[in-house]
């Protein structure tokens, strides 16, 4: 568990006048966040802070103002605390929690809060020892003085995450009859962006009859993806190769056929535990390069025009 925070400089000077007299009086504003349970629980909020600072400093008409958001990113959650005194804004921290853990998150909240409501005292001045003269005394200098407190590091939001999936599924249109598919993928995610490359191969399949092909698909592609929560909407490129097979037939006959689709995804990506999520995607791609397979001349079956495939997989995301 790790939680990290920042603030501006400005929001120091919001409890400097109260901070002689404890806590300054606020009212609290928080906006949760659904994952799916709300994120921060107001209530357990709210009782971190007392307990934190011993009395309970919130309540209407108070001259400060606290609101309380929160942000998801790729591996953690984000929260924001905006200080506004007789509405005007004096200062912002940030606080976040990795593996999206919002206990985490809200006992930072709470801490910050208290801070900024309560700080720490200045440290006392430096001791001084006095000693009586002589001439077999030695001379003791004062202690070094407290270090002055240090501000928290300034907090750095997330940048690009790694992403890699596997998984089965069921295409479409591939081949002659719907059939089992397999796929991998890997790549990068920055808030709400992703991109991954994968890769796809699905299992052969024949048409009926005496005489008779089998078709099976192999392809790579590109699926750059807009993130809202859990949920994702993707566009998808793929370029591969159909391999087409005679059956029943004196002469076997096999042939590799280009295979091109342009299309969209729909993704859905809950959280299991920490990084590892579960993938549900439905494709639906139009094929620009259509294969068509022959026996003796003949055509015996060309892809469909447009072909889809449903899917889930294991998906880890992490720094």
Request: glycine content about 8%.
């Given at each position: 568990m790790r939680a990290g925070t920042s603030c501006f400089g400005t929001a120091?000077?919001?409890?400097?006048?109260?901070?002689?007299?404890?806590?300054?009086?606020?009212?609290?504003?928080?906006?949760?966040?659904?994952?799916?349970?709300?994120?921060?629980?107001?209530?357990?909020?709210?009782?971190?802070?007392?307990?934190?600072l011993g009395e309970d400093p919130f309540g209407a008409?108070?001259?400060l103002d606290i609101v309380v958001a929160v942000?998801?990113?790729?591996?953690?959650?984000?929260?924001?605390?905006?200080?506004?005194?007789?509405?005007?804004p004096v200062g912002?921290?940030?606080?976040?929690?990795?593996?999206?853990?919002?206990?985490?998150?809200?006992?930072?909240?709470?801490?910050?809060i208290a801070i900024i409501l309560d700080p720490l005292p200045s440290p006392p001045a430096?001791?001084?020892?006095?000693?009586?003269p002589s001439f077999s005394s030695t001379r003791v200098d004062?202690?070094?003085?407290?270090?002055?407190?240090v501000d928290d590091a300034p907090f750095a939001l997330s940048g690009v995450s790694y992403r890699a999936a596997a998984g089965v599924g069921l295409a479409v249109g591939s081949g002659p009859r719907p059939t089992p598919s397999f796929s991998a993928a890997v790549g990068l995610r920055h808030a709400w962006a992703s991109i991954d490359a994968e890769g796809r191969v699905d299992l052969p399949t024949e048409t009926e009859g005496a005489t008779r092909v089998s078709a099976m698909l192999g392809a790579a592609?590109?699926?750059?993806?807009?993130?809202?929560?859990?949920?994702?909407?993707?566009?998808?490129?793929?370029?591969?190769?159909?391999?087409?097979?005679g059956?029943?037939?004196?002469?076997?006959?096999?042939?590799?056929?280009?295979?091109?689709?342009?299309?969209?995804?729909?993704?859905?990506?809950?959280?299991l535990h920490g990084p590892v999520h579960l993938r549900l995607t439905a494709d639906l791609q139009a094929v620009v390069s259509r294969a068509e397979l022959a026996l003796n001349g003949e055509p015996v079956w060309t892809m469909p025009s447009i072909c889809g495939s449903f899917g889930v997989a294991v998906l880890i995301e992490g720094p």
């Open positions: 120091a000077l919001v409890v400097a006048a109260g901070a002689a007299h404890g806590a300054e009086r606020a009212e609290l504003r928080v906006r949760p966040l659904s994952l799916p349970e709300a994120c921060p629980d107001e209530a357990a909020l709210r009782a971190g802070v007392v307990s934190r008409d108070a001259p942000e998801p990113m790729a591996t953690e959650l984000v929260g924001r605390i905006l200080v506004e005194r007789d509405g005007e912002e921290r940030r606080v976040a929690a990795v593996h999206r853990d919002c206990e985490a998150l809200t006992e930072a909240l709470a801490v910050a430096p001791l001084r020892r006095e000693v009586e004062p202690p070094p003085p407290l270090p002055a407190r592609g590109l699926s750059p993806c807009a993130h809202i929560g859990p949920f994702a909407g993707c566009a998808l490129l793929s370029v591969g190769g159909v391999r087409g097979e059956i029943g037939v004196d002469v076997a006959l096999s042939a590799l056929s280009f295979f091109a689709a342009l299309g969209a995804r729909s993704s859905f990506e809950p959280v």
